[in-house]
T-cell receptor, first 114, second 113 residues
């Protein structure tokens, strides 16, 4: 089945700086890669996603890049703000084995220092 | 986001008891999913359903049972709860299982003593 690795597990950046979180996946047939933000005690919320026919996608301060050859994708947050502090999860959906659910990375705790 | 609701929000039970977690969505999404979230493991898929009366196993299905007699409901049952099933359980739904976003409920925090 699919395996997703996420790095780093903790990331501390100064307010206003950029943050980058990286993920790799194992199933070359995976075709959908969402990113979720989860605040303490809350539900995971989708912030951006990318499909395998696209290399990059942007939404205001958030961007995601996908390198299918290397099987990795990254989340970029620019001009970070205190409200960006949360745990971020990457995920991948493969096509094999009949499983239509997502395989998640273990999460990155993003801390925005004032 | 209010379109998917889980109940109860918190539950404490004892080992060996049966417990059912409820999930209800109002979007008429065809796909529904159950995940568990544990420290150090992230979110892991337990079971999913592509439509009413169609269910399939995910990564960690042992000890769990699901059913889906109606499109809007997807209950998860722990037939004989064990301490290792203490976790936060999230239900999610999507229009399809392909490249469509999954939207999560607020979760159920389950403690098994």
């Amino acid at each position: 089945g699919e395996n997703v690795e996420q790095h780093p597990s903790t990331l501390s950046v100064q307010e206003g700086d950029s943050a980058v979180i990286k993920c790799t996946y194992s199933d070359s047939a995976s075709n959908y890669f969402p990113w979720y933000k989860q605040e303490l005690g809350k539900r995971p919320q989708l912030i951006i996603d990318i499909r395998s026919n696209v290399g990059e996608k942007k939404d205001q301060r958030i961007a995601v890049t996908l390198n299918k050859t290397a099987k990795h994708f990254s989340l970029h947050i620019t001009e970070t703000q205190p409200e960006d502090s949360a745990v971020y999860f990457c995920a991948a959906r493969g096509q094999g084995g009949g499983a239509d659910g997502l395989t998640f990375g273990k999460g990155t705790h993003l801390i925005i220092q004032p | 986001d209010a379109g998917i609701t889980q109940s109860p929000r918190y539950k404490i039970t004892e080992t060996g008891r049966q417990v059912t977690l409820m999930c209800h969505q109002t979007w008429s999404h065809s796909y529904m999913f159950w995940y568990r979230q544990d420290l150090g493991h992230g979110l892991r898929l337990i079971y999913y359903s592509a439509a009413a009366d169609i269910t399939d196993k995910g990564e960690v299905p042992d000890g769990y049972v699901v059913s889906r007699s109606k499109t809007e409901n997807f209950p998860l049952t722990l037939e004989s709860a064990t301490r290792s099933q203490t976790s936060v359980y999230f239900c999610a739904s999507s229009e399809s299982g392909r490249d469509q976003p999954q939207h999560f409920g607020d979760g159920t925090r389950l403690s098994i003593l």
